[in-house]
Structures are given as C-alpha cells and as structure tokens.
T-cell receptor, first 111, second 116 residues
Framework: KQEVTQIPAALSVPEGENLVLNCSFTDSAIYNLQWFRQDPGKGLTSLLLIQSSQREQTSGRLNASLDKSSGRSTLYIAASQPGDSATYLCAVRPRGQNFVFGPGTRLSVLP | DTEVTQTPKHLVMGMTNKKSLKCEQHMGHRAMYWYKQKAKKPPELMFVYSYEKLSINESVPSRFSPECPNSSLLNLHLHALQPEDSALYLC???????????????FGEGSRLTVL
C-alpha cells in the first residue's frame, strides 16, 4: 500500500529565503505526483503536476522535482513571501489507485 | 476555466436534518470525487464517480449518499449525521479517473459542515 510522508511537518522562515519542502513515497509505480497549496479553511489549489516520465516542473517561483527511483519529490520555493504561508500537500497517483495524500507541511513566512 | 464550484460554503445542521452539498464543474471532466477533511489532516477519499457511475465507495456510512445527476454535477445528500461528521467536505474533478497523462486533480473551495 502506497504511503506518503512529508518533511518537515512545519516550517517557519523569514521573508526572502529560498526553501525546500520534501515528499517521500514508498512505491515508485506511480502515474504522477501533484503539489497543492491549502489556505486555512479553504480548498486545495493545484500548484504543479509532474508526470512519472518527467524530472521537474516549474511555475513562477516554484520548482518541483521528481525522483521516482528513490521515491522522492521536492518543492522549491524561491524568494519566499508572507503570501506563501499555507499548508503544502503532495499527492501521488499510484497505478490502479486514486491519489494518496501526504500529511502536509505548514509553512509560515515571516515579514 | 479550471473551476470547481461548491455550495453552500457553510452548513450547520442538526442530527435529524436532511441537507445536500452541491458541486459543479464545466471543464468536461468525467471523474468527480468527494473528500472529507478534518482539521490538520489530509483529505480522505469518500466517493468517486467515473462517467456518472459510482466507481468507488470507501466504506462510507449510508448516512452519506452521493448522486451524480449529469457529467457536470455532483451532490452529497446528508441525513442523520453525527457530530463527528463535522468537517470540510471537498469536491474535486479530473479529466478521467484512470487517465495516465491528464490526471490533474482540481478542487473546489469546500463546504464547511457543522453537525450539532
């Protein structure tokens, strides 16, 4: 059974720092991996989708990488801003199953 | 338009009430999902509809009854709920349940349900 973990569980950084969020999964047989952002009490906003054949995807200040063989993905946020404060979740799509979510990383960017 | 719309945003109901949550998408997606999310936890899958047919029911109690009237709409009918059912209910859609290359999941803003 696919399991997804995220490290760290919470992170607090000063504005302007570059930061990395980590996602690990136990079974490398996946279709894709998706990163989401969730503000308190709100729905999930899709940030980046990486297909199993891809190594990375970029959108603005965000860059997500995927290493299937080691069961890892990282989300890199450049020049962090207070508006980036949210919970970041990764989800993997195992073959033959629906998305499995990680527990999330709660990010606080301090002005 | 990459929007999934959920109504109502907030719902308070007693344990004997009957209410419904509604979800709509106009992206031509053929898979729609209901998730339940408790505070500080990831979303938990409840139901999946694929081409308007229920394909997955994750052992959800019968007091939750999903309905997919057409390819754009998804309802969740609620009856005789318990206080522990209070949560954020999220609707999502994707192009296809089994799509390999187009499996991006899009979520609505959620319906915050409180059961008294």
């Amino acid at each position: 059974k696919q399991e997804v973990t995220q490290i760290p569980a919470a992170l607090s950084v000063p504005e302007g720092e570059n930061l990395v969020l980590n996602c690990s999964f136990t079974d490398s047989a996946i279709y894709n991996l998706q990163w989401f952002r969730q503000d308190p009490g709100k729905g999930l906003t899709s940030l980046l989708l990486i297909q199993s054949s891809q190594r990375e995807q970029t959108s603005g200040r965000l860059n997500a990488s995927l290493d299937k063989s080691s069961g890892r993905s990282t989300l890199y946020i450049a020049a962090s801003q207070p508006g980036d404060s949210a919970t970041y979740l990764c989800a993997v799509r195992p073959r033959g199953q629906n998305f499995v979510f990680g527990p999330g990383t709660r990010l606080s960017v301090l002005p | 338009d990459t929007e999934v719309t959920q109504t109502p945003k907030h719902l308070v109901m007693g344990m004997t009430n009957k209410k419904s949550l509604k979800c709509e998408q106009h992206m031509g997606h053929r898979a729609m999902y209901w998730y339940k999310q408790k505070a500080k936890k990831p979303p938990e899958l409840m139901f999946v509809y694929s081409y308007e047919k229920l394909s997955i029911n994750e052992s959800v109690p019968s007091r939750f009854s999903p309905e997919c009237p057409n390819s754009s709409l998804l309802n969740l009918h609620l009856h005789a709920l318990q206080p522990e059912d209070s949560a954020l209910y999220l609707c999502a859609s994707s192009q296809s349940e089994r799509a390999v290359s187009t499996g991006e999941l899009f979520f609505g803003e959620g319906s915050r349900l409180t059961v008294l």
